[in-house]
């Protein structure tokens, strides 16, 4: 395309020779205009199958229809062959017009004009036919220079040049321009290398938000870490940094040559094979693993043989079977790796691959833990024995803290002395009973200790205490009926701002039908007296058979009307039936809480971690 366009300058500058001089001889100016004019053809033929400007559709002509689907929400496969054309159309009318020029955005001074232009040179006049134009420019030594400018048919003054089957691919603003200039091009890409660095709005805009969602009483320390990870989580691409991507520049140099190991013994498959390989010949090369395995083939000196296999891949690599020594600029980065943590769930993995690079072994890997069958224990015994070696002491690198970990971790395991199944005896609220005795009077005390409970017997008649071994079962029923009552409805008008704002959370989750709905977890909180009752009966009112109310102790479950959770989900107490449902247990729970979508707990500040570890294991 650009020597194309030099054939075409050279006809222009050709024709304006002659029609400024009018020479006699005009044989070659001649044959440069034919050519000239041959060469701007085939660029603007070129252009016209490479991009348009063209609208089938302007907006002006009253013939496009606005869709009611925005064209960016539909996906190009699922547009029909005979949609495609006016697809396109919207795609142009929708996203391709620059309809509205502002000085926020394009709107600029030139030089000495007084009026403002658009920096994009629109709105542009119409053009019947693309053709291909020089234009003047000027030079710091006055010599004539011209800039080819290619005009593309245009019947929309407001339209960018685009590509049908990439903007539908795309379905995004986009802008295309074929490379016609050298000097465009070249120009263009010094324009963006050689931008300046704005001052990064990011920090202020992150700043203000936060700023805005605080209030005076919020804690300034957790403003301030808000707004570090809000930062630290976006950044900007600097335009050099931009140029290096496009241009596949490396981001950055290193007077190290970093190589991957692994430790799996991955091997590369040969792209070429010569055709002295026999059918019996790998078509692989061998890893550094099976290097390090056979060494004592290529090399049986005992510097060899006792090197580990870190040592051994900083210093050498196989050249044509022979071992050669890598530059000293070589870093191997050897993995994978694990935690070294003993409790971790992968300490045995790490003891393993640790074993395999500290270790001295030879043609297999289970060499490495003398050849046992390979388990989770043997990986980690056999390091820490190996970490005891005078070996291990001069090769492994940090051999001493590595060796204080591990002897710490054994000394914490020997020292654990927790009796398990007495801790299980006592529930949670009788170890926090025992923190705190809110009966400080010894006078109440005593009057407890002298109290003759025999004279209770002189309150109730024979006739009660017969039916006391049945008293708390008619109460359970008549409990029951009470709350298959109706209730008194709640007047919300009279919450305060926080019930509210709790009720209205609620009502928006239990209206919302949404197949990906995520359930609601809420905690309300408040003194003695601000609602929290009068909350839940309002709640109740609202979710009916969807919800259950429970408390943490009976008496608390009674004031609301409720169920204890231990009655609810079966849950259990002390060290009794501390174990999963099942059978008929299981059925009947699930039976119960088939139609519950809300479990509401009242004074949850006395349910335990335990409590609440078996609450989300019924649930």
Known sequence: MCDLTKTALKGFLAQKYKNEHGSENTLQLDHDIIAGSEASGKVCKYVDWLLSTFNPCPPEEDVWIRPKIHPCQKWYHEIPDSAIDSDYCDLLNTVQRHTRCSTSYCLRKKGNESELKCRFNFPVEHCLKTKLEFQEIHSKNNEQHYRAIIVTKRNDSRLNSNQQLQLQGWRANCDIQGVIDHYACVEYLTKYASKGEPLTPLLK?????????????????????????????????????????????????????????????????????????????????????????????????????????????????????????????????????????????????????????????????????????????????????????????????????????????QEEANSVSVDVASANTREEWMILADLNTPFNNSSYEQTQLVHDWQEDRSHYTDQQIGEMPTWVTRNKEQSNRIHQQSFEPVDINSFSQMQQLAYSIVKTHFKDTSSNKEPLCLIINGVAGTGKSYLITAIRSLLQSKCVITATTGKASFNIFGVTIHSLLKLPCGSRRNNDLTGQTLIRLQESVNDIDYIVIDEYSMLGQVTFGWVDKRC
């Open 205 to 409: 805009s992150a700043f203000n938000t936060i700023i805005n969602n605080s209030s005076n009483a919020s804690h300034p320390h957790r403003a301030i870490k808000k707004l570090v990870m809000k930062t630290l989580g976006e950044r900007d691409y600097a335009a050099q940094e931009t140029m290096h991507h496009l241009l596949s520049l490396k981001l950055q140099s290193s007077s190290f040559h970093v190589i991957p190991v692994s430790l799996n013994g991955s091997q590369r498959v040969r792209t070429t094979c010569s055709s002295s390989i026999n059918n019996q010949e790998a078509c692989s090369n061998s890893s550094f693993l099976d290097i390090y395995a056979n060494r004592q083939h290529y090399d049986s000196s005992p510097d060899i043989t006792m090197l580990n296999f870190v040592q051994f891949v900083k210093k050498f690599k196989l050249v044509n079977n022979k071992l050669t020594k890598l530059p000293d600029d070589v870093i191997p980065r050897i993995f994978p790796t694990y935690s070294s943590n003993p409790k971790g769930p992968n300490y045995a993995l790490h003891c393993k691959y640790q074993l395999l690079r500290y270790k001295p072994w030879k043609l297999r890997q289970d060499n490495a833990w003398e050849d046992e069958q390979p388990s989770d224990q043997i990986y980690i015994n056999k390091w820490h024995e190996f970490l005891q070696t005078s070996y291990a002491k001069a090769n492994v690198p940090d051999w001493f803290d590595k060796l204080q970990t591990i002897v710490q971790s």
